[in-house]
């Protein structure tokens, strides 16, 4: 694991640094989570363990150890800078397994330590995946999740049956984010800039815009959709438990 001891660098700043560059776009992010983590207790109980999926620096993880103690946590990405700000951070934590998998990889669970979950969690991710990708996920969750767990996926999705609400939410949600922009709020771009030219994470930055590129958005279809492909799935039930005007917290239960 990469660690502070080592690098010299201070992880937890790192972490909370990719919070703030989030919270920018989603300023009701805490929220969100802590109703995900409201419905995983409700659901599965205080001692879950989870498949934090494209778990990026941990964002999730973090919360959920810090509410559930004796919760365990396995994280999946396949972005090696965030990655190396998630093994840094929880570098010694024995409750955390990363693993380094490309979801896209029809056997990308092969590389997962545990056959079963009680939880399968995701936040503002799965958005870069085409609908048809997405529904095949959603199949291979629906075998990794135990039956009574639980998916959580808290993510954009938008109705296109409402496109005036759609426009006027869009343009608030503009307007807010330029003005804390002028005020320095650093935004995607720029975050990764700073990333790229610091001395650790150069390289893994430079690794992750081979992989990804600046970045790809799939369908985003609306939460209704979601619903019904993760029924087709095999989940008995879904439907959103949360929703900002832009965002929706989707559960299902196995």
Not at 34 to 44: C, G, N, S
Request: hydrophobic residues 45%; charged residues 25%.
């Amino acid at each position: 694991m990469t660690d502070a001891a080592t690098t010299g660098t201070d992880w937890t700043a790192w972490q909370q640094s990719w919070d703030r560059q989030q919270e920018w776009y989603m300023p009701d992010r805490e929220e969100r989570f802590r109703v995900m983590l409201d419905m995983v207790e409700a659901l599965v109980g205080p001692e879950p363990r989870v498949l934090d999926l494209a778990c990026g620096t941990g964002s999730i993880t973090d919360r959920l150890l810090k509410r559930f103690p004796n919760a365990t946590s396995t994280g999946v990405d396949l972005d090696p800078a965030l990655l190396a700000i998630a093994e840094g951070y929880f570098d010694g934590d024995p409750r955390v397994t990363l693993v380094t998998a490309d979801l896209k990889d029809p056997a990308w669970t092969a590389a997962l330590p545990h056959d079963a979950y009680d939880a399968v969690l995701t936040a503002t991710a799965l958005h870069w995946l085409h609908s048809e990708p997405l529904a095949a996920l959603y199949g291979q969750l629906a075998g990794l999740v135990r039956e009574g767990g639980v998916f959580m996926n808290a993510d954009r999705m938008i109705d296109e049956t409402t496109p005036r609400i759609n426009a006027a939410e869009r343009a608030q949600r503009h307007a807010r984010m330029d003005r804390e922009k002028a005020a320095g709020v650093l935004d995607w771009a720029d975050w990764w800039a700073v990333a790229a030219a610091d001395p650790v994470l150069a390289e893994p930055t430079a690794r992750r815009f081979e992989i990804y590129g600046e970045h790809a958005d799939g369908d985003m279809p609306a939460p209704r959709w979601h619903a019904d492909a993760l029924r087709a799935a095999g989940f008995g039930e879904a439907r959103p438990v949360w929703a900002s005007p832009s965002d929706t917290l989707l559960l299902a239960v196995r």
